[in-house]
T-cell receptor, first 107, second 113 residues
Framework: GENVEQHPSTLSVQEGDSAVIKCTYSDSASNYFPWYKQELGKGPQLIIDIRSNVGEKKDQRIAVTLNKTAKHFSLHITETQPEDSAVYFCAVDDMRFGAGTRLTVKP | GAVVSQHPSWVICKSGTSVKIECRSLDFQATTMFWYRQFPKQSLMLMATSNEGSKATYEQGVEKDKFLINHASLTLSTLTVTSAHPEDSSFYIC?????????FGPGTRLTVL
């Protein structure tokens, strides 16, 4: 089955800095790569996604890049704010999740 | 749009009892819903895929007789944890597949005493 690895497991940044989270996957046939944000005690929320025919997608402070050849994709958050603090999960084809990254943005 | 609700948000039950969790897509129809389990500080583990009008597809290692799934309509899927035991205590999350992607419910925290 699909193997999804996510790094780092924890990330602490200063407010205003950028944060980057990376995921790698094993199945070259995978086509859909969403990122979810989960706050404590809540369900995950889709924040951005990308499909295999696109290399980069941006939505305000959030961007996702995809390298299909290398089978990895990354979440980029710029100008981080304390409310960005949460656990972020990558997923592949909607059903296989990475282990999660706990992002802490220090004011 | 694409709102998914879960009920109850939390439940505490005695060992041996059964608990039903409901997952509803509020503003869209979902032929496919998913059920996940999440332990503290861990990722989501897919338990089963629920398809409207047909039997659910369970992931390897998930007991279908223990975790009963019913997807009777395009907006409702239920997960029943039968004869619950303390090791079933977890955060259960459903999601519904919409055209725009997968949308998650807020989760149900189950505690079995």
């Amino acid at each position: 089955g699909e193997n999804v690895e996510q790094h780092p497991s924890t990330l602490s940044v200063q407010e205003g800095d950028s944060a980057v989270i990376k995921c790698t996957y094993s199945d070259s046939a995978s086509n859909y790569f969403p990122w979810y944000k989960q706050e404590l005690g809540k369900g995950p929320q889709l924040i951005i996604d990308i499909r295999s025919n696109v290399g980069e997608k941006k939505d305000q402070r959030i961007a996702v890049t995809l390298n299909k050849t290398a089978k990895h994709f990354s979440l980029h958050i710029t100008e981080t704010q304390p409310e960005d603090s949460a656990v972020y999960f990558c997923a592949v084809d909607d059903m296989r999740f990475g282990a999660g990254t706990r992002l802490t943005v220090k004011p | 749009g694409a709102v998914v609700s879960q009920h109850p948000s939390w439940v505490i039950c005695k060992s041996g009892t059964s608990v039903k969790i409901e997952c509803r897509s509020l503003d869209f129809q979902a032929t496919t819903m998913f059920w996940y389990r999440q332990f503290p500080k861990q990722s989501l583990m897919l338990m089963a895929t629920s398809n409207e009008g047909s039997k659910a597809t369970y992931e390897q290692g998930v007991e279908k007789d223990k975790f009963l799934i019913n997807h009777a309509s395009l907006t409702l899927s239920t997960l029943t944890v039968t004869s619950a035991h303390p090791e079933d205590s977890s955060f259960y999350i459903c999601s519904a597949l919409a055209v725009r992607g997968q949308f998650f419910g807020p989760g149900t925290r189950l505690t079995v005493l």
